[in-house]
């Protein structure tokens, strides 16, 4: 602000030579005569900056008291008054550019969400449209509160969120809500059964009756601990059973893959479309859009003005690229497709044992005319027991 006061006022930059040139520093230090950035440039001389008005009076002690003063330079003041009347028109084009950009600060032309993992942008936007908040709205009139307490009513999902608005750009931060855990009603009678084939290896009973033990060959829904208590000194009483049962279980998963695809072979050429944004309105430099191949690609790209992430204009650019090509049909590379389904049912069988062992695996690959077949044959060891409640 002082660099701009300066500027308005105008400053002369001068050299003070003589016998005593700090005697020209005690004159304006008398008469209120402000000066900054004084240093000595050479034996007896110094240089000096003063405000542009100041600049006769310091004139008048020219030859006096053994020193002289020599202009450097001057800068702002009249040379800018001077300025601005030569070119008032390019003066009056900045001042409207400057009072259209205050104008649209007041508009929101940006959003940015951060935070959601599980809940699509898209959403979110239609949400917060419905509320108020979309493209060209007049943030200073939204409620944060509002707008917070209108989305968390519409999207249980979310269980916080904040609305933070800067000049332009308005920044959504979403909280997703934590799925409540699963509470277990001790006093519920379960028994344990299985939840896959397999021989079983290693029992830990905590609580029921055990019907299996270690090296007994089970089924899926074989029930492998009893709810049910029997008592010597009284009633037979129902528990809820609880166990790990580790078994070695057995898996054969297969993959397929097509042994031929259709392939780019060559484009035949693109075309480039362009539009201009302002506001809410679109502007397009093209006549028709419609795709005139059916094979294709197209790539848009989307940008606002914009300085840094704070200030968005409402004017930007788009544009649609759309590459022709023609397709063949060519054959696969078999030992690159192996690799890729053996690697996908690699991740299948981990899904599957759900933090099991794999104890061994092996693959076998087969093909016709048209298909390529990898299968997978693994022993795993894992937790089968599965608590069955009652109805």
Request: proline content about 2%.
């Amino acid at each position: 602000m002082k660099n701009l006061y300066d500027l308005a006022r105008g400053t002369i930059r001068i050299e003070v030579s003589g016998a005593k040139p700090e005697r020209l520093l005690n004159f304006c230090a008398e008469n209120g005569i402000e000066f900054w950035d004084t240093s000595p440039c050479e034996d007896f001389a110094m240089c000096m900056t003063v405000h542009a008005s100041d600049y006769p009076m310091l004139c008048e002690q020219n030859g006096k008291n053994g020193c002289e003063i020599r202009l450097i330079a001057s800068r702002g003041g009249k040379k800018i008054s001077g300025a601005v009347k030569r070119r008032w028109i390019f003066c009056i084009f900045c001042g409207l550019c400057l009072i259209l950009l205050s104008v649209s600060s007041m508009f929101l032309w940006r959003i940015d969400i951060e935070g959601n993992e599980n809940i699509s942008d898209g959403e979110i936007m239609r949400a917060l449209s419905e509320c108020g908040v979309k493209y060209g709205a007049f943030w200073p009139a939204l409620s944060s509160e509002e707008v917070r307490n209108s989305i968390l009513m519409k999207m249980p999902d979310i269980a916080w969120m904040s609305l933070n608005t800067r000049n332009s750009r308005a920044e959504v931060v979403i909280h997703e809500r934590i799925e409540k855990p699963e509470i277990i009603n001790e006093k519920e009678s379960c028994d344990i059964i299985a939840e896959k084939s397999g021989i079983i290896t290693k029992m830990s009973v905590l609580e029921g009756k055990q019907l299996a033990y270690p090296g007994d060959t089970v089924v899926k829904g074989d029930v492998l601990v009893s709810s049910l208590m029997d008592s010597e000194t009284g009633d037979d009483r129902y528990v809820r059973a609880m166990a790990i049962v580790e078994a070695d279980t057995w898996y054969e998963i297969s993959a397929k893959a097509p042994l031929y695809e259709q392939r780019k072979a060559k484009k035949s050429g693109a075309d480039s479309d362009f539009s201009l944004i302002i506001g809410k309105k679109r502007i397009n430099f093209y006549s028709d859009g419609r795709n005139k191949s059916i094979s294709c690609d197209k790539i848009n790209k989307l940008g606002y003005i914009s300085f840094g992430k704070a200030f968005v204009l409402p004017i930007g650019f788009a544009s649609q690229r759309t590459a022709q090509y023609e397709t063949e049909t060519t054959g696969i590379d078999v030992n690159e497709a192996t690799e890729r389904l053996k690697a996908t049912l690699t991740k299948e069988l981990e899904r599957r044992i759900d933090g099991g062992e794999i104890v061994s695996q092996n693959f076998s690959v087969s093909q016709d005319e048209e298909v390529l077949t990898v299968t997978l044959r693994a022993q795993c060891r894992e937790n089968i027991a599965k608590e069955a409640v009652y109805d």
